[in-house]
């Protein structure tokens, strides 16, 4: 589980690459796909109600 923790953390950093755009799912990445969306619109929301308390 170490080995697949420290594969999977080096494939991250390369889809911060300028080279990475977009790519096609899979039918199986369709579920993580909607996961990402919703937790970078549940952290734009938490960023939001933090800006209005301010």
Do not use: T
């Not at 950093?13 to 990445?29: D, I, Q, T, W």
């Not at 619109?41 to 939001?48: G, K, S, T, V, Y």
């Amino acid at each position: 589980m170490e080995e697949d923790a420290d594969i999977c953390e080096v494939n991250q950093m390369g889809l911060r690459s300028m080279r990475h755009k977009a790519g096609v799912l899979m039918p199986e990445e369709y579920d993580l796909h909607r996961f990402h969306n919703w937790v970078r619109e549940r952290h734009a929301a938490l960023a939001h109600q933090s800006d209005l308390g301010r």
